[in-house]
C-alpha cells in the first residue's frame, strides 16, 4: 500500500508490508440518522500479503513482546503462519469469529480466546440454542479458555472453561435453564453495564455434551436515542476492551462490563473512532482503579 492510510498505520503497527502500487483495504460508511442504519462499501485492500511475503526474522520481531496476538480471519493464509509461531511463543490469541470465512476453522483450533456475533455459534455448530452452541464451541475447541457472543443492546453472553482438576463436585445443570435463571437476575431499571455470573457448573447442553466453567449475562448500556449517534465500530470497541482487559489481567466480572461500557461510548459519535474514550474517561474510572 502507498496511499493516506499508510502514514497512521505506520504509527501503530511494529510491522507492515508496503506496496508501492497498492492501495489499503477502505470502508465508506452511510449513516442514517433517523433510522439509525448504516451502509457500508466495502474496497478490499490489494494486493493481499501472502506468507511467502513474511519474512520470519520479520514475523520473529513483529511477535516479539507480544502478550496477545489477534486475527479477524482475513489474509488466513498468513494470519495462520503468524498463529502457528505465535502457539510456538505460548502467545495467547483470540479470534474475531465475525463470520465464517475460508481458514476459520484452521485459526479456530489455534485460538484461546473467541468473540462472535449473535448468529454465529448456532451457524458454526449446529446446535439448537445460543448456550449449547457455547457449550458446543468449548467442547470442539479444547485450547479456547472463553467465548463471548455479542447482542447488540441486549448485551453479550460468555462461557468461560473451568481450569483443569477442578471437576469433581460441580454440580450439573442445564445450560440453557441456567442462562434463563441470570436472565432473570437483570435488573432493567439499571442504565449502566452489569455482569451477571453463575457460579463454576457442569454446564449441560443435551445431546452434545458437558463442559466445567461459569455462564455469564453482560448488560449493555441503555443509550437515550438523543445520544445515539452512529452504531459504526461498536463491535470492534467492544473487542479492543476485551483485548485491553486481558492484557490487564482484569477479572471476567470486570471486563464483561468494561468491554460494554467501551463499546456504548463508541455509539455516541459519528465514526468508528471519534468516540473511542481514554483511559482517564470518568466512565472507565471503576473499572481501572
Not at 52 to 76: C, I, K, Q, T, W
Not at 260 to 276: E, F, N, Y
Request: hydrophobic share 40%; charged share 20%; with cysteine.
Amino acid at each position: 500500500m502507498s496511499d493516506s492510510a499508510l502514514s497512521l498505520l505506520l504509527t501503530i503497527c511494529r510491522f507492515i508490508q508496503v506496496s508501492k502500487e497498492g492501495n489499503s483495504p477502505f470502508t465508506y460508511v452511510i449513516v442514517d440518522n433517523q433510522t439509525k442504519t448504516r451502509t457500508c462499501i466495502h474496497t478490499p485492500g490489494y494486493p493481499p500479503l501472502l506468507p511467502d511475503e513474511l519474512s520470519h526474522s520479520s514475523l520473529l520481531s513483529a511477535l516479539n513482546g507480544a502478550r496477545l496476538v489477534y486475527f479477524d480471519v482475513r489474509l488466513h493464509q498468513t494470519a495462520l503462519l503468524v498463529a502457528e509461531e505465535a502457539a510456538r511463543r505460548k502467545i495467547p490469541i483470540l479470534i474475531d469469529a465475525e463470520r465464517k470465512r475460508e481458514g476459520l476453522d484452521d485459526l479456530l483450533n489455534f485460538a484461546s480466546y473467541v468473540v462472535c456475533p449473535a448468529k454465529f455459534p448456532q451457524a458454526w455448530t449446529e446446535a439448537p440454542s445460543v448456550a449449547k452452541a457455547l457449550v458446543s464451541m468449548l467442547l470442539r475447541l479444547p485450547h479456547i479458555k472463553f467465548v463471548i457472543v455479542t447482542l447488540g443492546e441486549d448485551g453479550c453472553i460468555m462461557v468461560e472453561r473451568n481450569g483443569p482438576g477442578e471437576t469433581m463436585e460441580l454440580e450439573e445443570i442445564d445450560v440453557d435453564e441456567l442462562l434463563e435463571s441470570l436472565y432473570q437476575k437483570k435488573n432493567n431499571d439499571t442504565a449502566i453495564p452489569k455482569c451477571i455470573p453463575s457460579p463454576v457448573m457442569k454446564l449441560k447442553a443435551s445431546g452434545i455434551g458437558t463442559v466445567s466453567g461459569r455462564l455469564f449475562v453482560g448488560t449493555a448500556e441503555k443509550i437515550p436515542p438523543s445520544e445515539l449517534i452512529d452504531t459504526t465500530g461498536a463491535g470492534d470497541a467492544f473487542i479492543g476492551a476485551v483485548l485491553y482487559a486481558l492484557c490487564a489481567d482484569m477479572p471476567s466480572e470486570k471486563m464483561v462490563p468494561f468491554a460494554a461500557q467501551v463499546a456504548a461510548a463508541s455509539c455516541r459519535a459519528l465514526g468508528a473512532r471519534t468516540g473511542l474514550p481514554h483511559r482517564t474517561d470518568p466512565r472507565l474510572a471503576s473499572f481501572l482503579h
